[in-house]
């Protein structure tokens, strides 16, 4: 368990202070998410569990291990918190081709090739390797750099936006790979993500942040549909764009945009729909 309790307080010239205050206890060796809306404060509380931002007070314990603690001043190093990241823009070596770039993540004296070769292949990426990094599409780029990450044995990978740019078929592809990673290396993933049919897909409990506190915390769906079934929420048709058969729907958290796979539904603004979800395909 990792259990949070920390606070920090931005002053800023233009704006007056921005205090941020986080108390709670995420799960390990699953996926949890933290969604919200732009400047609620999702990124800054990832960037204090890693250590690349310190709080001002209080403390971080993971699994009784203490990360941070004001009162003790412990602040354990970055390097020391096994930690893998994914952000938006991977920042692959356009010098290096593919393979290059995946051995250059290798810590010295921990040259695990063996369980590199695993990643390739678990990540499907054989074809790429002696491939220059310029020419590779978005979702490449993206898996390389999950690779990369992963070289490095993190027990902890957080995901800051990870698949923002890219299109939903690439999603898909690697949504399956998060979840079988998940599966396969148990390894606690922390996911940031403004895509509730992301957030359901990938996580198992998702934490609620608005204006610096978590506000709450359970299953997406519990969350986004507290009085729905499992794997059916009901939303609220608020836009519909018949050139591309898609609708806008409001959960009581949330919103998401869906493609209906029936041509000829006419969906009239203020509707209650439900539509259901599955790892493989979401279907209005
Ligand atoms: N270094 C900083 N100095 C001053 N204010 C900051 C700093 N970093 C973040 N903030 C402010 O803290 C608040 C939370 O920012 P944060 O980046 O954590 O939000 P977010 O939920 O990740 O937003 P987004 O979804 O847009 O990335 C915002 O009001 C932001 O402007």
Redesign the pocket.
């Known amino acids: 368990m990792i259990k949070i309790n920390i606070q920090k307080k931005?002053?800023?010239r233009s704006?007056k202070s921005?205090k941020?205050n986080y108390q709670c206890e995420i799960p390990i060796e699953q996926t949890s998410s933290?969604f919200?809306?732009?400047?609620?404060?999702?990124?800054?509380?990832?960037?204090m569990l890693s250590g690349l931002?310190t709080p001002d007070v209080g403390n971080i314990t993971v699994n009784g291990q203490i990360w941070f603690d004001s009162e003790k001043k412990i602040n354990l190093p970055i390097v020391a918190r096994s930690l893998g990241f994914l952000f938006q823009d991977s920042s692959l070596l356009a010098n290096m081709n593919v393979r290059q770039n995946l051995e250059f993540a290798f810590r010295k004296g921990n040259e695990d090739k063996q369980f590199l070769n695993e990643l390739i292949t678990f990540a499907e990426i054989e074809d790429l390797l002696d491939k220059r990094i310029e020419g590779l599409s978005g979702g490449q780029k993206q898996r390389i750099a999950l690779v990369r990450t992963l070289v490095q044995k993190p027990k902890f990978l957080f995901l800051?936006?990870p698949f923002s740019s890219l299109d939903q078929r690439i999603r898909n592809q690697l949504y399956s790979m998060i979840l079988s990673l998940q599966n396969r290396f148990a390894m606690t993933i922390l996911l940031?993500s403004?895509e509730i049919t992301e957030v359901i897909k990938l996580s198992k409990r998702v934490f609620l942040?608005s204006e610096?506190q978590i506000v709450s915390s359970g299953h997406p769906i519990e969350i986004f549909n507290p009085k729905g079934k499992p794997n059916s929420l009901e939303g609220e048709v608020i836009r519909v764009d018949p050139s591309t058969n898609q609708v806008a729907l409001w959960f009581p958290n949330a919103l998401a945009i869906m493609e209906s796979k029936n041509k000829n539904q006419n969906f009239k603004l203020g509707e209650m729909i439900h539509t259901q979800l599955s790892i493989e395909n979401e279907e209005v």
């Open positions: 931005f002053v800023t704006t921005i941020l933290l919200g809306e732009s400047g609620a404060g999702k990124t800054t509380l990832l960037k931002l800051d936006e940031i403004h942040i610096g």
